[in-house]
C-alpha cells in the first residue's frame, strides 16, 4: 500500500504544480474567512478519491473538500 500511495501523491502534486499557473481569481472560493479552496484543491482530491477508489472499492475515504464517503469500511 505504501507504493500505492506514494505513486498517487507524486501524480497528485505534478497535477497541482502543473494547473498553479493557469488559475484565475473566478477559481477561488473562501469556505470561511481564512480558508480558501481552489478548483485545484478540488480536482487533486477528487483525482486521489478516484484512485483509491479504483484500488480500494470498499474503503471510506474522509476528504478535506467533499468530506466523507462511506461504506461501512473498516479502513478509512
Known sequence: METFLREIIIDAG?????EQNAIKPGDIEFKNQKDLVTKIDK????????QILTKYPDHDILGEETGKTSHGSDYL
Open 14 to 18: 505534478r497535477f497541482a504544480s502543473n
Open 43 to 50: 480536482a487533486v482530491e477528487e483525482k486521489l478519491i478516484t
